[in-house]
């Protein structure tokens, strides 16, 4: 089935630590994004990519980075993991102008 | 920048009632686009309806029908025969035109979100 999977699905991280949330997607869209989910907040963009080979700053970039080496795969690293980065992280693409963003299932992490 | 505000931070109604969730946004764009996602507990978010800022016409997709009034920056979601099934948070998002063939350059920004409870 068609969509996109983000790994893992939870996490508990100590602070300090280096970590790499995945994401994959199967439907050829040129843009990809990450979001954070915050309670009381909704969500708040974080990076995007349009392209393969391009990535750009959201609302909330400070502390993490992306990569975009291929149209599938958009990594999205925290260097040194704190506890304000706990969080649930989603993964969006959308292959078409102006159109609807598909969300990944979320991965739930925890920064202690 | 753009904003987007929900001013009901939970709601609840009955099975079969018809129930409006309201969102107004703030932005400077000509040309944008909005839309309802939907997030039961499974935490999923899945689109409800679209409506491109160009089109007078209110988008409607089955039970779910908007009231978009562009000057006055309003965008309500009106839900009607209500379901036990459409218990969820409700996020308003809004995306400005984009020059990209791939998507929408800058991403969605969200409101904070509406919980709806259906009793039964």
């Known amino acids: 089935i068609a969509g996109i999977t983000q790994a893992p699905t939870s996490q508990i991280l100590a602070a300090g630590r280096r970590m790499t949330l995945r994401c994959t997607q199967d439907?050829?869209?040129?843009?990809m994004y990450w979001y954070r989910q915050d309670l009381g907040l909704g969500l708040r963009l974080i990076h995007y990519?349009?392209?393969?080979?391009?990535?750009g700053k959201g609302e909330v970039p400070d502390g993490y980075s992306v990569s975009r080496a291929n149209t599938d795969d958009f990594p999205l690293t925290l260097a040194s993991a704190v506890p304000s980065q706990t969080s649930v992280y989603f993964c969006a693409s959308s292959g078409q102008r102006n159109n609807e963003q598909f969300f990944g299932p979320g991965t739930r992490l925890t920064v202690l | 920048a753009q904003t987007v505000t929900q001013s009901q931070p939970e709601m609840s109604v009955q099975e079969a009632e018809t129930v409006t969730l309201s969102c107004t946004y703030d932005?400077?764009?000509?040309?944008?686009?909005l839309f309802w996602y939907k997030q039961p507990p499974s935490r999923q978010m899945i689109l409800v309806i679209r409506?491109?800022?160009?089109?007078?016409q209110n988008a409607t997709e089955n039970r779910f029908s908007v009231n978009f009034q562009k000057a006055a920056k309003s965008f309500s979601l009106k839900i009607s025969d209500s379901q036990l099934g459409d218990t969820a948070m409700y996020f308003c998002a809004f995306m400005k035109h984009s020059m990209y063939s791939g998507g929408g350059a800058d991403g969605l920004t969200f409101g904070k979100g509406t919980h709806l409870i259906i009793q039964p």
């Open positions: 409506q491109e800022a160009y089109k007078q």
């Open positions: 932005t400077s764009e000509s040309n944008y686009y």
């Open positions: 990519s349009n392209t393969a080979g391009t990535t």
């Open positions: 439907m050829r869209h040129n843009a």
